[in-house]
């Protein structure tokens, strides 16, 4: 009940396409779900959330979509850039839980 | 405001030694974490405190200790070094009301040898 299900392990995506990761939660107490982005040789820094009374959000080129009756929630890079090849891990916290519970993270490369 | 800062940068340890890792925030937040994380893996977190003088065992507290005298400081302490404890270490800190929004320091990445 405490996983965040996370997939794909890694990507690869060209130029100017868009990157799709994928994450499930079991536990319906969660109640904000954020992606953070992390590069090599530095701590994960957030890069976008969402909370369950919304579908979607959007930060420029980065989306979350969010089905809450699936219990699943993705994050959508539009037009990747080679400066996105990162490690991406999505998280969800709430209830009487003190922590962030963490997927397993995404390696993402998108060639030029 | 520095944010997150972590020391030191770099350690290599021999099996059995001991050492501390520091971690201090400016942003008076009462949430700390530590996590480690090994090569090509994910966060698994070590310990946390939701505040000075509290603090509770994370996934992987066996080989660690640590204590929370002050709001800004949080180091981690590990005892007797083995090898598994080769990792990059990572401190990170929220707000009580926002503890999906942590804040991570640059990290202390350990070779014990």
């Known amino acids: 009940q405490q996983q965040v299900k996370q997939s794909p392990q890694s990507l690869i995506v060209q130029k100017g396409g868009i990157s799709i990761i994928n994450c499930a939660y079991e536990?319906?107490?969660?109640?904000?779900f954020p992606w953070y982005q992390q590069f090599p040789g530095k701590g994960p820094a957030l890069l976008i959330a969402?909370?369950?009374d919304v579908s979607e959000k959007k930060e420029g080129r980065f989306t979350i979509s969010f089905n809450k009756s699936a219990k699943q929630f993705s994050l959508h890079i539009m037009d990747s850039q080679p400066g996105d090849s990162a490690t991406y891990f999505c998280a969800a916290s709430g209830g009487s839980n003190y922590q962030l519970i963490w997927g397993a993270g995404t390696k993402l490369i998108i060639k030029p | 405001n520095a944010g997150v800062t972590q020391t030191p940068k770099f350690r290599i340890l021999k099996i059995g030694q001991s050492m501390t890792l520091q971690c201090t925030q400016d942003?008076?937040?009462?949430?700390m974490y530590w996590y480690r994380q090994d090569p090509g893996m994910g966060l698994k977190l070590i310990y946390y405190?939701?505040?000075?003088?509290?603090?509770d065992k994370g996934e992987v507290p066996n080989g660690y200790n640590v204590s929370r005298s002050t709001t800004e400081d949080f180091p981690l302490r590990l005892e007797l070094a083995a090898p598994s404890q080769t990792s990059v270490y990572f401190c990170?800190?929220?707000?009580?009301?926002?503890?999906?929004?942590?804040?991570f320091g640059p990290g202390t990445r350990l070779t014990v040898t």
């Open positions: 405190s939701v505040g000075a003088g509290i603090t």
């Open positions: 942003m008076n937040h009462n949430y």
């Open positions: 536990n319906t107490a969660f109640d904000y």
């Open positions: 969402i909370r369950p």
């Open positions: 990170a800190s929220s707000y009580p009301a926002d503890r999906g929004k942590q804040y």
